[in-house]
């Protein structure tokens, strides 16, 4: 086996794992509350008083806005495997790279704006059985939603140069 086909398959498990860290975090925030000593715990939630104050529909609704943008990095980490299995088979300059790399810059660009909503959703989740003038209306812009455009950016410039090398593949062919 040759090392890059060794250091594919080590990457491969590197996004496996991840995967399953970035899919499974959501549960253990909100379905295991004695987490918070092993994992860090979800940063509204704390600032709010945490799971156990809120009602059940507050949490499964709750639930549903944090696994949002995990389901979103998941699905784009999943496009990242199936992007590494047409390299490793050869099918760089192939037409479905090209878009499967667009595909993967708008997840990650949903990704983005996902993340960026999602605070402000799961404020509204949590605060909305608070009296009226205790409830919280929180719409915050950190470096964070700035580094999740940065794959979006570089995908996209990939799939570019993916689409310019397979033009000049094309006419190199109908020279030749």
């Not at 809120?54 to 496009?79: E, K």
């Not at 950190?142 to 979006?152: R, W």
């Amino acid at each position: 086996m040759n090392p890059v086909s060794k250091n594919l398959i080590y990457l491969k498990w590197i996004i496996y794992l991840l995967i399953l860290i970035v899919g499974s975090a959501p549960f253990f925030y909100f379905w295991w509350p004695e987490s918070e000593a092993f994992f860090r715990q979800h940063e509204i939630l704390s600032k709010y008083g945490g799971v156990s104050q809120l009602a059940t529909w507050q949490q499964i609704l709750g639930f549903f806005v944090a696994f949002l943008p995990s389901a979103t990095l998941c699905w784009a980490l999943v496009l990242v495997l199936e992007l590494l299995n047409r390299l490793k088979a050869g099918q760089w300059f192939d037409e479905p790279t090209e878009k499967l790399c667009y595909t993967f810059s708008k997840v990650m660009l949903w990704f983005a704006i996902i993340q960026f909503l999602h605070r402000t959703i799961l404020v509204l989740v949590i605060t909305i059985t608070n009296a009226p003038g205790d409830r919280h209306l929180a719409i915050n812009f950190s470096s964070d939603d700035l580094f999740a455009l940065v794959p979006v950016i570089f995908a996209l410039i990939f799939a570019h140069i993916i689409s310019l090398a397979r033009e000049q593949r094309d006419e190199l062919k109908q020279i030749v």
